[in-house]
């Protein structure tokens, strides 16, 4: 194979990949669209003014953290989201094993 069509063939594929992940991601639009429209009608006329007070307090509170508090609670929330996935690749593990044997 001569380097004209390996270049030729690796654009190509790449151009195939590039479409298929547009694809992806405009199903994933959609459905963060749609769950937010969903979101909205479930929570339309619902906003007590306890929950908006709590809502606003929570916001006041990060807004005025120090530098040193942001920095742990976003190294908590990662550490969270970490956690999260590692534990949806154990089970996605587990369930390759079952469907091996």
């Not at 929330?77 to 089970?91: D, F, L, M, W």
């Amino acid at each position: 194979m001569s380097i004209k069509e390996f270049f030729k063939k690796a654009f190509s594929d790449m151009k195939e990949s590039t479409k298929q992940q547009h694809e992806v991601d405009k199903a994933n639009f959609k459905a963060a669209k749609a769950e937010a429209k969903a979101s909205f009608e479930e929570n339309k006329f619902h906003n007590s003014y306890k929950k908006a007070k709590a809502t606003a307090k929570k916001s006041w509170d990060e807004a005025h953290m120090s530098v040193d508090e942001r920095k742990a609670k976003m190294q908590e929330e990662r550490e969270k989201q970490i956690a999260g996935a590692n534990e949806r690749i154990e089970e996605a593990n587990k369930r390759y094993e079952a469907a091996k044997k």
